[in-house]
């Protein structure tokens, strides 16, 4: 039984390589994927990941590409609490 930390990552992976590093189940990936909301490729009949294209990916999705500013997040106020009658 290979370990997690034991495995390394490529720069192509197949669906079960790439859920584990993106963090998402292997359905939720495949569904993606065939939607096209992730850069992903065919090779056979099998999906393929490359790593360097999801990360960038990721940067697009999350605002961290060289010309977007990030977004300060402010936390919500709390709505006040009854008093007791």
Same mark, same amino acid.
């Given at each position: 039984?290979?370990?997690?930390?034991?495995?390394?990552?490529?720069?192509?992976?197949? !669906?079960?390589?790439?859920? =584990?590093?993106? =963090? !998402?189940?292997?359905?939720?990936?495949?569904?993606?994927?065939?939607?096209?909301?992730?850069?992903?490729?065919?090779? =056979? *009949? #099998?999906? #393929?990941?490359?790593?360097?294209?999801?990360?960038?990916?990721?940067?697009?999705?999350?605002?961290?590409?060289? *010309?977007?500013?990030?977004?300060?997040?402010?936390?919500?106020?709390?709505?006040?609490?009854?008093?007791?009658?």
């Amino acid at each position: 039984m290979r370990s997690a930390a034991a495995e390394t990552l490529r720069e192509v992976m197949d !669906i079960r390589q790439a859920a =584990g590093y993106l =963090g !998402i189940s292997s359905d939720t990936l495949y569904r993606y994927a065939s939607e096209g909301f992730v850069p992903a490729f065919k090779l =056979g *009949n #099998r999906w #393929r990941f490359k790593k360097s294209l999801l990360d960038s990916w990721m940067d697009r999705q999350s605002g961290v590409a060289a *010309n977007v500013a990030p977004v300060e997040v402010q936390p919500r106020a709390k709505k006040p609490v009854r008093a007791a009658q």
